[in-house]
């Protein structure tokens, strides 16, 4: 990520906000995905910067396996794949619906053509 852009996303959290952070690759390990070599760089140091500013949500994908973690009350967030047949660990096409009201985040995962899954049950149950 980098000092200037780890130093751009501290300055502009808003206290007043739902702080949301978009990013491609992750900051913390996705389990069933093979070997790491993808996570940034810099995660520690990312990681210590947003628990100093608690962002309400993080979102990343690229592991192309749904998953959720919770740290130092930030939630993070991990997209599936929503057409490639390259699949890591849930094996269907989906993406994430996060609604987000009163404060309240409800995370569902959404598989293409079927169900939602609570996160819930998809990372604590594992099947
Ligand atoms: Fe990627």
Same mark, same amino acid.
């Given at each position: 990520?980098?000092?200037?852009?780890?130093?751009?996303? *501290?300055?502009? @959290? $808003?206290? !007043?906000?739902?702080? #949301? /952070?978009? =990013?491609?690759?992750?900051?913390? &390990?996705?389990?069933?995905?093979?070997? *790491?070599?993808? @996570? $940034?760089? !810099?995660?520690?140091? #990312? /990681?210590? =910067?947003?628990?100093?500013?608690? &962002?309400?949500?993080?979102?990343?994908?690229?592991?192309?396996?749904?998953?959720?973690?919770?740290?130092?009350?930030?939630?993070?967030?991990?997209?599936?794949?929503?057409?490639?047949?390259?699949?890591?660990?849930?094996?269907?096409?989906?993406?994430?619906?996060?609604?987000?009201?009163?404060?309240?985040?409800?995370?569902?995962?959404?598989?293409?053509?079927?169900?939602?899954?609570?996160?819930?049950?998809?990372?604590?149950?594992?099947?």
């Amino acid at each position: 990520m980098g000092r200037d852009q780890i130093k751009f996303i *501290e300055n502009n @959290i $808003a206290k !007043d906000r739902l702080n #949301v /952070l978009v =990013m491609h690759h992750h900051l913390i &390990p996705v389990p069933d995905t093979g070997l *790491e070599a993808a @996570i $940034a760089e !810099d995660a520690g140091d #990312v /990681l210590k =910067m947003l628990s100093k500013v608690n &962002p309400e949500l993080v979102l990343s994908g690229h592991r192309h396996r749904p998953w959720s973690w919770k740290l130092n009350d930030i939630n993070f967030f991990f997209s599936g794949a929503i057409s490639t047949i390259r699949l890591r660990g849930f094996f269907e096409n989906s993406y994430n619906v996060i609604q987000i009201e009163n404060g309240k985040i409800s995370p569902q995962l959404k598989i293409v053509g079927g169900d939602f899954i609570d996160f819930n049950k998809l990372t604590r149950n594992q099947q």
